[in-house]
T-cell receptor
Framework: DTEVTQTPKHLVMGMTNKKSLKCEQH?????MYWYKQKAKKPPELMFV???????INESVPSRFSPECPNSSLLNLHLHALQPEDSALYLC?????????FGPGTRLTVL | GENVEQHPSTLSVQEGDSAVIKCTYS??????FPWYKQELGKRPQLIID?????GEKKDQRIAVTLNKTAKHFSLHITETQPEDSAVYFC??????????FGTGTSLTVIP
């Protein structure tokens, strides 16, 4: 398996809902990332996990909660989101310096 | 921290012409510079990269050049085709742990 996968592809949620985004890679990559991306803007780093430990948290609001259950899986738990949180959420993993992105989850918060 | 600037923000070229996108970076410790192509509604895809010990790298119609002294690197696309239309992002990293992205260039190739 040579790619990063993400589920779901699309998610619509209300501001009181709790949902989770999932990311998986089976390439043995040491680092996994969550990014938020608005249309035609660069990916904005949220979290980095290195060897299953959270190494970077870019001052992300607590309504976003990451989790790395094992070296292949990365979750992003969502709670009490705001409409401005609507975006494409990208997962990525890194081998050496090369970073590979998953297809993303298109999130809409109503 | 690192600051990556990218120009131009939009670029239109005629099919068959060349396109050049330029990026500058601020941290001399950065040593790996990837370029990503992102088509509408899709993921960013790595199209070419360059490491700091190399001045130029080419892959078919795509090339990247790096000037470490001036801290800038450029993407060159020759013989452009309509399927090259996309948003292109440059990036820089020193550790491979945190990537710093440019602001993106929206390239349109006019048939």
């Amino acid at each position: 398996d040579t790619e990063v996968t993400q589920t779901p592809k699309h998610l619509v949620m209300g501001m009181t809902n709790k949902k989770s985004l999932k990311c998986e890679q089976h390439m043995g990559h040491r680092a996994m990332y969550w990014y938020k991306q608005k249309a035609k803007k660069p990916p904005e780093l949220m979290f980095v996990y290195s060897y299953e430990k959270l190494s970077i948290n870019e001052s992300v609001p607590s309504r976003f909660s990451p989790e790395c259950p094992n070296s292949s899986l990365l979750n992003l738990h969502l709670h009490a989101l705001q409409p401005e949180d609507s975006a494409l959420y990208l997962c990525a993993s890194t081998a050496g310096n090369e970073q590979f992105f998953g297809p993303g989850t298109r999130l809409t918060v109503l | 921290g690192e600051n990556v600037e990218q120009h131009p923000s939009t670029l239109s070229v005629q099919e068959g012409d060349s396109a050049v996108i330029k990026c500058t970076y601020s941290d001399s410790a950065s040593n790996y510079f990837p370029w990503y192509k992102q088509e509408l509604g899709k993921r960013p895809q790595l199209i070419i990269d360059i490491r700091s010990n190399v001045g130029e790298k080419k892959d078919q119609r795509i090339a990247v050049t790096l000037n470490k002294t001036a801290k800038h690197f450029s993407l060159h696309i020759t013989e452009t085709q309509p399927e090259d239309s996309a948003v292109y992002f440059c990036a820089a990293t020193d550790t491979g742990n945190q990537f710093y992205f440019g602001t993106g260039t929206s390239l349109t190739v006019i048939p």
